[in-house]
């Protein structure tokens, strides 16, 4: 079983990603976690959708195996700039929070809403995930999950990478198998009510 204390990582502002998970259970008071990742890259599409990826590995002990975070961030359609309203209760983003421990793993997956911008100059991409709402998706070993009800909320700076976006997208679906709803490697497809209401707005949205 993955421990807790592991996972409560001090946010650090030269960080490329910091963010804030709080644990939903039923009858108890929300539990905090602030996340840290020391890794933090991204992949853009043509149709100007972004995929950013990050990672943080704690090595292990004597008694306990590594620990890897991984965080996927993955755009399904994009504001345009003096046509779309960008409030923080927009949905355009899948979102996939991985924690993997020796043989054990979980992931939580979902959606909400990411906000970017992308410095030609430097190639740095910077951003916010406000309010994602994720839920238990996959287990390597069937034990208590970590968490109930997951809300996840941060911001990031990446560099351009599709190698090292690809291979940890590869990782955790060789790792936890396919997930019909959030398969890592198929191509975005929100649910046609968000796809209609992006498309009433003037977001751009793939086919």
Same mark, same amino acid.
């Given at each position: ?16 990603? +910091?963010? /804030?998970?709080? @644990?939903?259970?039923? =009858? ?7 996340? %840290?990742? !020391? ?5 853009? +599409?043509?149709?100007? $959708? ?12 004597? @008694?306990?195996?590594?620990?890897? #975070? ?13 046509? !779309? ?6 949905? $355009? ?10 043989? +054990? ?6 959606? =909400?809403?990411?906000?970017?911008? /992308? @410095?030609?100059?430097?190639?740095? /991409? ?14 390597? %070993?069937? $034990? ?28 955790? $679906? ?9 398969? /890592?490697? %198929?191509?975005? !497809? ?5 796809? @209609?209401? =992006?498309? #009433? ?7």
């Amino acid at each position: 079983m993955i421990c807790f204390a592991a996972l409560v990582v001090l946010g650090c502002a030269s960080a490329p990603g +910091t963010f /804030l998970l709080v @644990d939903h259970r039923d =009858g108890a008071r929300p539990r905090e976690f602030h996340e %840290s990742f !020391t890794e933090a890259y991204f992949d853009r +599409t043509p149709a100007g $959708n972004i995929q950013v990826a990050l990672r943080r590995q704690e090595p292990g002990g004597m @008694d306990s195996p590594a620990i890897t #975070q991984i965080a996927f961030v993955r755009t399904f359609w994009r504001s345009v700039p003096g046509r !779309t309203t960008a409030e923080s209760t927009q949905i $355009n983003a899948n979102v996939g929070y991985f924690i993997v421990s020796g043989e +054990t793993g979980e992931s939580f997956e979902g959606s =909400g809403a990411v906000f970017f911008n /992308l @410095d030609n100059w430097s190639g740095v /991409l910077t951003g916010t995930l406000d309010h994602a709402t994720l839920a238990l998706s996959r287990q390597l %070993s069937k $034990n208590t999950p970590l968490f109930s009800r997951v809300t996840l909320s941060g911001k990031f700076r990446a560099e351009r990478n599709p190698q090292m976006v690809a291979r940890w997208v590869n990782e955790m $679906n060789r790792r936890f198998g396919p997930d019909d709803s959030q398969n /890592l490697n %198929s191509p975005a !497809t929100p649910p046609k009510a968000i796809r @209609d209401a =992006g498309r #009433q707005s003037g977001a751009k949205s793939p086919p």
